[in-house]
């Protein structure tokens, strides 16, 4: 199995690879949505190393298993097979419980579609699970600054204090990337980030992830149906009917 | 404390909409109660409030005062039962008085002056000391019932007016919602025998009765029904409370209210569950980046406490502006115990009603953000 998995790919371009080992391990895992005939494998034997700081791009048809892939990856849905290591996690077996607390503190999920809470202003946003788990004085302090801080980065500081039917596509999809980044997590999941959005628009959001996750290091997997998003990963792996496979280095545009 | 007070703020229609509506049925609560409260002081208040700890009934009169006469010789055994420090007659009328120059029904109490069966709730002036003087309820004091009116039964045929001198006023001690007297009782005698010249004896509607200090009136009550043939006795307060009339106003009102207190719950509880359901992307997408689902729960029952203490605080309002009114001349004042107990008792069946939506809250399965449907039944 391992000489298939894609990370083998000698691909690797600008990011730098932290030296705590991979930022994501899947080991043969598969995913099986309902039982008997009704069974549908979604995720076929998947197996997946993302080190840390590489941008991944998952590039795949509709209904080719990229989203199922990424929430086994994200700790919202149990794999029916297989080992997945999150930041030399494992959280294969975690219960809910575990699991909860594994997405609150270890990985950055933006979603396809729901990404902010309506009713919370964009700073708000970012902080509203950190004031959910309890956060006190001190820690509480530190959040505060830290939202402040990553909104400044997003160029978003002007807008801390609206609420997302105020902001532009584009600047909501920057909130919900400050949200994801905002515990600091060695991996970002991206479901089709810029799949709402016009092209140009698109692409300042993908310059965004690619320089964000530059910066801090942070390993990222970006679910695509598009090619022209590619080039912006330091890789692409292919999926098809619940199948892994190679794509070219850096994208299919080139 | 943060996202419930944060959607609060900024949905402060919709939740000040629902306060409101909590607001508006407490305070037809409160004020229900109120008015039941009020009815049943003008219908009973003379049994309430008179001294006699325990009122000794003819077994035939089926607790009601016009259908009861106690005869001499229950009258000698009642005082001989053990517990029986006083027992003293009392009577009680329907007559037409000429009142404030008008003819108009009044009721005449007539007890042994210094014994049980006294008003308790002077406020004005004195209890009567001679014969022809009286006590009334203040609230017919504007009709002809004042401290220095003079009260007259007008008599039938054959009989002789009688008239009385109201020397004093007590609070709620109306029978049968008619202005209402308490004389001694001989002036009680004096007015029977205006109306029925040929009557050769008055006899007493009940005996009152003080019991001997320390004694239990529900026991000497009950130990005067078995020694007595014929008789009936009752505390004050069970003569109040299964005093026919006010078994069924009491049971009519409760009806009204049962509804109202069944209403505020379920109104809160179905806002709250469309609210859960209207929002269920933004609680999936929370429990999706890592919220657990307390949080959530809390944050909800949170908004339930706060809407329904918004909505308490504005019936209370709303129930002291109608106080101020005099609640159509039936006297409602605002009393911080029914006003929080009917709160709590409104609260604890809004959390109740509320747990459909936390139910909702808690079967939320986070990987519904990864589809946007955010919404799974
Ligand atoms: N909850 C589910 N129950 C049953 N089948 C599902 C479920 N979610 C996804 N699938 C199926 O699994 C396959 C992969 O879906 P998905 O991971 O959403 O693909 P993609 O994100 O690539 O479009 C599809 O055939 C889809 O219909
Ligand atoms: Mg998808």
Redesign the interface.
Request: charged share 15%; net charge positive.
């Given at each position: 199995m391992s000489s298939s998995n894609p990370s083998d790919s000698s691909a690797h371009s600008g990011a730098a690879v932290l030296a705590t080992g991979p930022a994501l391990r899947l080991d043969g895992v598969r995913k099986v949505y309902g039982t008997g005939e009704n069974a549908i494998v979604a995720v076929d034997h998947a197996s997946l190393t993302v080190d840390g700081g590489e941008i991944v791009a998952l590039l795949g048809p509709s209904g080719s298993g990229k989203t199922t892939l990424l929430s086994i990856a994200g700790g919202l849905l149990a794999a029916t097979e297989g080992t997945v290591v999150v930041g030399g996690e494992d959280i294969s077996g975690h219960s809910p419980r575990e699991l909860t607390e594994f997405r609150r503190s270890k990985v950055g999920f933006v979603f396809q579609s729901v990404n902010l809470v309506p009713f919370l202003t964009a700073e708000e946003n970012l902080l509203v699970v950190s004031e959910l788990a309890g956060a006190r004085g001190t820690v509480r302090k530190q959040a505060r600054a830290r939202a402040k801080e990553l909104l400044a980065e997003l160029g978003l500081s002007h807008r801390a204090g609206n609420l997302p039917a105020q902001l532009s596509g584009g600047e909501r999809q920057r909130v919900a990337i400050g949200r994801a980044l905002f515990n600091s997590p060695a991996l970002v999941l991206f479901d089709e980030p810029t799949s709402a959005l016009d092209t140009k628009i698109g692409e300042q959001v993908m310059e965004l992830i690619q320089s964000e996750m530059r910066s801090r290091g942070t390993a990222a997997v970006i679910v695509t149906h598009d090619t022209r998003m590619t080039h912006y990963a330091d890789r692409t792996v292919r999926i098809v009917d619940g199948v892994l496979g190679l794509g070219d280095a850096a994208g299919d545009d080139h | 404390m943060?996202?419930a007070l944060?959607?609060m703020r900024?949905?402060k229609v919709r939740f000040g909409l629902l306060a409101g509506a909590v607001g508006l049925l407490v305070f037809l609560i409160l004020f229900q109660q109120a008015l039941l409260t009020g009815l049943v002081n003008q219908f009973i208040g003379a049994l309430k409030n008179q001294s006699a700890d325990v009122l000794v009934y003819n077994a035939q009169a089926r607790k009601n005062l016009e259908g009861s006469i106690v005869l001499p010789d229950q009258a000698t055994a009642i005082a001989a039962v053990e517990g029986v420090a006083v027992a003293a007659p009392l009577g009680e009328g329907t007559f037409t008085v000429l009142a404030g120059d008008e003819e108009q029904d009044a009721v005449i109490f007539g007890y042994e002056l210094g014994g049980p069966g006294a008003p308790t709730t002077l406020i004005e002036g004195r209890l009567p000391e001679a014969d022809g003087e009286a006590v009334a309820s203040s609230r017919n004091a504007a009709d002809g019932f004042d401290i220095g009116d003079t009260v007259t039964v007008v008599p039938n045929p054959g009989g002789t007016a009688t008239t009385f001198t109201v020397v004093g006023l007590a609070e709620e001690i109306n029978y049968s919602v008619a202005p209402t007297l308490f004389t001694d009782f001989a002036g009680y005698e004096t007015a029977r025998r205006a109306v029925n010249p040929d009557a050769t004896q008055v006899l007493p509607s009940v005996i009152a009765v003080r019991v001997v200090d320390g004694a239990d009136p529900t026991v000497v009550a009950d130990a005067i029904t078995a020694a007595v043939d014929g008789t009936e006795g009752l505390t004050r307060q069970q003569a109040v409370d299964e005093s026919p009339g006010v078994a069924s106003v009491r049971q009519s009102f409760s009806v009204i209210l049962l509804l109202f207190y069944l209403v505020v719950p379920l109104v809160t509880g179905l806002f709250f569950l469309i609210v859960t359901f209207q929002?269920a992307?933004?609680l999936?997408?929370?429990?999706?980046?890592?919220?657990?689902a307390g949080?959530?729960v809390r944050?909800l029952l949170i908004q339930v406490v706060a809407v329904v203490l918004s909505g308490a605080v504005l019936a209370t309002g709303l129930f002291w502006l109608a106080s101020l009114g005099g609640g159509g001349g039936l006297g409602i004042t605002v009393e911080p115990m029914p006003v929080l107990a009917t709160t709590l008792v409104v609260l604890v069946l809004a959390l109740l009603t509320s747990l459909a939506a936390v139910r909702r809250v808690l079967r939320i399965d986070?990987?519904a953000?990864?589809?946007?449907a955010?919404v799974q039944v």
């Open positions: - | 943060f996202l944060s959607e900024r949905a929002k992307g933004a999936t997408l929370l429990r999706a980046i890592g919220s657990p949080p959530l944050s986070p990987i953000a990864t589809t946007g955010g």
